[in-house]
């Protein structure tokens, strides 16, 4: 297995985060885009799953692949950035700044989003053969989750909104769990079984991944959601993307960094 103790793969992850400030606007575009489409792909895929088999457990034990296929390629989400490159500005590495970090955000923001909308165009083309059908069972399960994680929250109003965001939390705490788990051994099945664990947890229980839903709502909208893009933006993505934020650095980034590198000094028996 190879495990790596935590005091060496924390590091590892502030090192990732460096990396990131300064890849190429090019090079981050492209990973994200591709980070997006997988994502999507594989979230169409665990859906199809679990309405063909009538087993929402089995679509989440499958979700996963197409996370562990992105990570292994060394593809960027959103959700992993947030956890990951703040760690480099609170280590103080060289070059390091505020702007950095909001670049890069920006840029994968950006890139994640066209990813999953390109793969929400191409599922539902092949699912309706070019709009000329209805897309059946898949394309109306996919439209009820639309509505009902839109103005299904917006009924509750401000609640509705915090419910959100937790859900949000509680995605990119297990998210990030994933993301670290590729870190902990140098065996590429380990840090598959790493990855697949937390991220089976997440998609079972319901919690919001704003990249995820990146794909899933506008693909719901193409196939009939009855919501709008401002219901989308209010009472979807944006309470996710703060609640990712939130769940990624407070419950995995900060916890690790604080321990496992800025460490305070050890409590002498006396």
Request: hydrophobic letters at 55%; aromatic letters at 14%.
């Amino acid at each position: 297995m190879a495990y790596i103790e935590p005091s060496e793969f924390v590091t590892k992850m502030v090192d990732a985060g460096e990396s990131k400030i300064y890849m190429s606007t090019k090079d981050t575009l492209i990973r994200a885009f591709m980070a997006g489409a997988i994502l999507g792909l594989a979230a169409i895929f665990a859906i199809t799953v679990a309405v063909k088999t009538g087993s929402p457990l089995v679509g989440a034990v499958l979700f996963p692949v197409g996370f562990i296929m992105l990570y292994l390629m060394k593809f960027d989400l959103l959700t992993g950035v947030f956890t990951l490159v703040p760690l480099a500005w609170l280590d103080k590495r060289p070059g390091v700044t505020f702007s950095g970090i909001m670049r890069n955000w920006g840029l994968v923001f950006v890139g994640n989003f066209a990813g999953a909308m390109t793969t929400a165009f191409f599922m539902s083309f092949i699912l309706t053969y070019g709009y000329s059908i209805e897309g059946g069972a898949i394309a109306e399960k996919v439209a009820t989750i639309g509505e009902s994680r839109t103005v299904g929250y917006q009924e509750h109003g401000f609640a509705g909104w915090i419910t959100i965001f937790i859900r949000g939390m509680l995605c990119n705490w297990m998210v990030s769990m994933g993301v670290v788990g590729a870190m902990i051994s140098t065996s590429a099945g380990a840090k598959m079984a790493a990855m697949w664990m937390p991220v089976m947890l997440f998609f079972f229980m319901g919690f919001e991944h704003s990249i995820v839903n990146m794909f899933l709502f506008p693909f719901s909208m193409i196939m009939g959601g009855d919501f709008t893009v401002y219901d989308y933006i209010i009472w979807n993505e944006l309470p996710t993307v703060l609640g990712n934020l939130a769940g990624g650095l407070l419950l995995v980034g900060l916890p690790l960094y604080y321990t496992h590198v800025r460490t305070s000094a050890t409590r002498k028996l006396v």
